[in-house]
């Protein structure tokens, strides 16, 4: 569909139901639910979301004290992507007030963030970001070094930059076997507002993020065309867009949870204390807002409580100063030159109260030793198994092979024609574990789980 103009991207036009892999067949539903509230409900009950409850977000999965696995922070970043978007619709409803098919298209911002921000973290391996580097490593370190004279450029950028983002594309439009044509059959939208970036992994750079893999490159410039998002001119001619604008609510959405709740967390796991926590969560508003949180607080006598309410007030504030951004900000978003994330756009005490927390997380936090230890034991368990299933992919007549492979679920392409093509059946299926089953797997490969009765 084409743009009605090239310089800058339309809202009723960025806004579509139409479904991926279901193009040519649109059933107008009655009832209550859009067609955005059914990928939030379709989402809900599918088996990759259900599965996010045994991943880890930072900390290990939890033992005495309850800590955020992914299925618990997706569900947040979606309550508060869904705040943060409609806040936006508000400031946006003024600047179109004239514009009946634009005003149309804002009522579903909500909906269509709230859908993405519980997509986000479908594609993530086990072990939380380990799991990335690990099978990123795993090829540009490790055995798989040997593939890389077998590999086109772009197969080979796929697999040492392996993004978790493209992943989630991927595992919601690819058609596995036995599945339906469109995968997740997910709305347009609700696609586009997921990839945080647009672009093929030969363009992943030092960064080394990417926001599809070749075998979905189609799929990607499909769906963007379709929406009218800009397309961005590279020297080597490599695919690249620009963001689809809700990409920066879900974004913001994603930060704003990761960073707070983060620090909860480590505050109930004892990493951090309270008089560490307060001051710095403290730091976030004016004078006379903290005297009457200090107020507040004074009647309550549980840490735990103090920190939850504040948790709770910085949110709120974020969505607020994010969602200002977001309109001051909506022309650049528009025309694909907006820079940096809405974050970085806030006012300066709260953009310098989030700058805080981030470099206490670093420091503290994500060094911390529990932290350190899931992610040794991730890149083992991880490397282990991507060396093992590949191994058998690629010389499937071996008898070890033939009885690895039998565990691995049919709907996984591992008699895929190509050896690109066999080695993204591996991640699929190494990707779709939980930390619990790929430890189990671990242990069972080298022995350690047997059950012999005499």
């Given at each position: 569909m084409a743009n009605k103009r090239t310089d800058i991207?339309?809202?009723?036009?960025?806004?579509?139901?139409?479904?991926?892999?279901?193009?040519?067949?649109?059933?107008?539903?009655?009832?209550?639910?859009?067609?955005?509230?059914?990928?939030?409900?379709?989402?809900?009950?599918?088996?990759?979301?259900?599965?996010?409850?045994?991943?880890?977000?930072?900390?290990?999965?939890?033992?005495?004290?309850?800590?955020?696995?992914?299925?618990?922070?997706?569900?947040?970043?979606?309550?508060?992507?869904?705040?943060?978007a409609n806040e936006v619709a508000i400031r946006l409803r003024e600047r179109y007030a004239g514009n009946r098919s634009v005003l149309d298209s804002l009522n579903y911002l909500g909906d269509i963030v709230a859908a993405a921000c519980l997509a986000h973290d479908l594609g993530n391996p086990p072990f939380g970001h380990s799991g990335e580097k690990a099978i990123q490593a795993y090829f540009s370190e490790g055995a798989g070094r040997r593939f890389r004279s077998q590999l086109s450029d772009k197969e080979w950028n796929d697999l040492i930059h392996f993004e978790g983002n493209a992943n989630a594309f991927r595992l919601l439009t690819h058609q596995f076997n036995g599945r339906r044509k469109g995968g997740f059959a997910m709305t347009y939208s609700t696609l586009?507002?997921?990839?945080?970036?647009?672009?093929?992994s030969t363009q992943a750079g030092d960064h080394g993020k990417f926001g599809f893999f070749t075998s979905e490159h189609d799929s990607f410039i499909r769906v963007a065309d379709e929406l009218g998002m800009l397309p961005v001119k590279t020297p080597d001619g490599a695919v690249r867009y620009a963001r689809h604008p809700l990409v920066y609510i879900v974004e913001a959405a994603d930060d704003i949870c990761y960073e707070i709740m983060d620090i909860e967390?480590?505050?109930?796991?004892?990493?951090?204390?309270?008089?560490?926590?307060?001051?710095?969560?403290?730091?976030?508003?004016?004078?006379?807002?903290?005297?009457?949180?200090?107020?507040?607080?004074?009647?309550?006598?549980?840490?735990?409580?103090?920190?939850?309410?504040m948790r709770s007030c910085i949110i709120g504030l974020l969505v607020e100063k994010c969602a200002d951004a977001?309109?001051?900000?909506?022309?650049?978003?528009?025309r694909g030159t907006f820079s940096g994330s809405l974050l970085d756009h806030i006012?300066?005490?709260?953009?310098?109260?989030?700058?805080?927390?981030?470099?206490?997380?670093?420091?503290?936090?994500?060094?911390?030793?529990?932290?350190?230890?899931?992610?040794?034991?991730?890149?083992?368990?991880?490397?282990?198994?991507?060396?093992?299933?590949?191994?058998?992919?690629?010389?499937?007549?071996?008898?070890?092979?033939?009885?690895?492979?039998?565990?691995?679920?049919?709907?996984?392409?591992?008699?895929?024609?190509?050896?690109?093509?066999?080695?993204?059946?591996?991640?699929?299926?190494?990707?779709?574990?939980?930390?619990?089953?790929?430890?189990?797997?671990?242990?069972?490969?080298?022995?350690?789980?047997?059950?012999?009765?005499y």
């Open positions: 991207m339309q809202w009723d036009t960025l806004i579509s139901d139409k479904r991926f892999g279901l193009e040519h067949y649109h059933d107008p539903k009655s009832g209550v639910r859009n067609d955005f509230q059914r990928d939030f409900d379709r989402l809900v009950f599918s088996s990759p979301f259900r599965r996010l409850q045994n991943k880890t977000q930072v900390f290990p999965l939890p033992g005495s004290i309850f800590v955020h696995n992914r299925l618990t922070h997706s569900l947040e970043v979606s309550c508060v992507g869904r705040s943060l586009a507002s997921i990839v945080k970036y647009p672009f093929e967390d480590a505050h109930k796991l004892k990493i951090l204390t309270t008089d560490e926590v307060l001051p710095l969560l403290l730091g976030y508003f004016d004078e006379e807002r903290r005297d009457h949180m200090l107020k507040v607080m004074s009647h309550v006598d549980d840490p735990h409580e103090k920190i939850g309410y977001f309109a001051q900000n909506e022309n650049d978003i528009m006012t300066p005490l709260e953009k310098e109260g989030y700058r805080r927390c981030e470099a206490l997380s670093w420091e503290k936090i994500y060094c911390a030793s529990d932290v350190v230890e899931i992610e040794l034991a991730g890149t083992r368990v991880i490397s282990f198994l991507i060396d093992e299933l590949v191994k058998a992919v690629t010389d499937p007549t071996l008898n070890y092979s033939r009885l690895l492979l039998a565990k691995v679920p049919e709907q996984y392409e591992i008699g895929a024609p190509t050896l690109y093509g066999k080695i993204q059946a591996v991640l699929d299926h190494i990707s779709g574990m939980t930390d619990v089953y790929a430890l189990d797997l671990y242990r069972r490969l080298n022995g350690m789980s047997l059950k012999i009765n």
